[in-house]
């Protein structure tokens, strides 16, 4: 989203608001406000009391330290997206985007992107139980 001034200079406009959290315990999050995510195709609001686990990443060694702590702020929009259960084709796509605009490095996003395309139906599914 790039705005113009009178000036005729470019600024960017931030892609995500302020995520802040408190810890709950047991590997989860809160958020203690709203979470605003402006994609270019979408515009997603995570509220206020949403719990997550941040970024879930399988705890063998190499992919925990290659992968862990680098998208929160994606990971919760797609947490969010899950819960919602918008698609989940939709919400890895948002999650792909949301990525970027974090300033994941290509050589980290793609690989957390695939490994949720390809093993994220579970987490999916738990979240269409808990909804219905």
Request: hydrophobic letters at 40%.
């Amino acid at each position: 989203m790039t705005m113009m001034l009178k000036t005729g200079v470019a600024h960017r406009l931030p892609k995500f608001s302020a995520l802040e959290y408190r810890f709950i315990g047991n590997n989860r999050w809160e958020l203690t406000r709203h979470f605003i995510y402006f994609g270019d195709e979408t515009t997603v609001v995570v509220p206020s009391g949403f719990v997550t686990d941040l970024d879930s990443v399988p705890r063998v060694p190499f992919f925990y330290a290659m992968f862990k702590g680098f998208a929160v702020r994606s990971a919760t929009i797609h947490d969010s997206l899950y819960k919602k259960q918008r698609g989940k084709a939709f919400a890895d796509r948002t999650f792909l985007a949301a990525m970027a605009h974090e300033g994941i490095p290509t050589y980290r996003r793609y690989p957390i992107y695939w490994g949720v395309v390809a093993f994220g139906q579970s987490a999916y599914d738990s979240y269409a139980e808990v909804t219905t």
